[in-house]
């Protein structure tokens, strides 16, 4: 039982946690019975009646409400779109940059975020990256910010070491500059509260399947409908402020939606909507402090075992600056991700060692479990094993 949440009745609610010692939510969070049945029953309404489309449509905006004020914005500055790495590029893509403006970044920030604003050089604007180290603050771009930057991007927090970055004091800098920011909370969003409005975002993009508990292929871009100057790089029916009722197409009708759909192309992914509904139902429930408070002491457990053990952790250690789900533990991963992969413990290969990675259903015996297993190998026997 949690400090937060019956963290028991909600690990009843995701079977994979009978099945193996599942560490891996950043990665992929596994199903719930929940966000499973929104999908069954998406499907059972498919195969029995083609699609109710008009309660299909409904449950789309009712969701799209519901991430807004996950968010604290307005429904009509939430789009939907496939993944975080589609967010991210219509983003970049929006913004009005032009040769010899340079954006700022932070490098081995994730390369996806990365490469929407690398894919704008062909453009003449030019990429500056600064050093990743365990505290990223406004204080930390000041220096590189000149008279051609126009934006800041970055992620709050970071995949490969769990680095939470302070995106309020970068977005206060970027409204003081006038420069526009934005921020992936892919690996943040579900665990981490987010207010997207409060940290002066231009856009924040995300996809749902980690903290958000649905499967892959699904993305959520914030937009500051402010800033109605920032427009999509294509156009559909679906985008515009006056979608034709007869479907053609005329030439001189072409103003993009005052809302965020002007970024939509239309077609959605339905189930995966239908499942976000379900996993927000869940997450609300719950809530997303006392999902961060318990991973946070599920961390504490953790780093308190690995100092035992001398074992280093790769990426920040106090609360202030660290993700309180994603733990990167100094284990080469080529000696240690098959030994745990057979002891039916899931974590990820990271480029600095073995992530470990938190969800609102694991306990402390499942870091129990991890920490035994390694002092049942012992760190001497596994480098003679490599």
């Not at 994730?110 to 030019?126: D, I, T």
């Not at 051609?148 to 970055?165: D, E, K, L, N, Y």
Request: proline share 5%.
């Amino acid at each position: 039982m949690s400090r937060h949440y019956d963290v028991d009745a909600v690990r009843r609610e995701f079977p994979v946690a009978d099945r193996m010692v599942y560490l891996d939510s950043g990665f992929q969070t596994p199903l719930a019975r929940p966000v499973k049945a929104a999908i069954d029953l998406f499907l059972r309404e498919g195969l029995e009646a083609a699609g109710p489309k008009s309660v299909w449509l409904d449950r789309v905006e009712q969701t799209r409400a519901r991430v807004a004020r996950f968010l604290g914005v307005s429904a009509d500055e939430i789009a939907f779109t496939k993944n975080t790495s589609e967010s991210m590029n219509i983003a970049a893509n929006a913004l009005p940059l032009r040769a010899g403006d340079n954006v700022l970044m932070i490098r081995g920030d994730h390369p996806n975020n990365a490469y929407a604003f690398l894919n704008l050089q062909k453009r003449g604007v030019e990429v500056r990256f600064l050093a990743m180290s365990d505290v990223v603050n406004a204080e930390s771009f000041l220096p590189h910010i000149d008279e051609r930057t126009r934006a800041i991007s970055m992620s709050h927090v970071t995949f490969h070491a769990g680095h939470r970055f302070d995106i309020e004091s970068v977005g206060a800098l970027c409204r003081e500059r006038k420069l526009y920011f934005i921020v992936d909370v892919m690996q943040a969003i579900g665990v981490v509260p987010i207010d997207a409005r409060a940290a002066g975002a231009t856009f924040v993009g995300s996809g749902s399947h980690k903290g958000l508990l649905v499967p892959q292929g699904l993305g959520l871009l914030y937009w500051d409908k402010a800033l109605k100057d920032l427009e999509p790089t294509y156009l559909a029916a679906a985008s515009l402020a006056e979608i034709p009722v007869d479907l053609i197409a005329r030439p001189n009708s072409l103003a993009p939606s005052p809302t965020a759909r002007r970024f939509e192309l239309g077609n959605f992914n339905l189930p995966a909507i239908h499942a976000l509904g379900a996993a927000l139902d869940m997450i609300e429930q719950i809530g997303v402090a006392n999902i961060q408070n318990h991973c946070f002491e599920l961390g504490d457990h953790l780093i308190a075992q690995l100092d035992e053990l001398d074992i280093r952790l790769v990426g920040p250690r106090a609360r202030l600056h660290r993700a309180p789900h994603i733990y990167v533990l100094d284990l080469p991963a080529t000696d240690w991700f098959g030994y745990f992969d057979e002891n039916n413990v899931r974590v990820s290969p990271e480029r600095d060692g073995i992530r470990v990675s938190f969800g609102m259903f694991n306990t402390v015996a499942d870091v129990d479990r991890l920490i035994e297993l390694i002092r049942k190998r012992g760190l001497k026997q596994a480098t003679a094993a490599a």
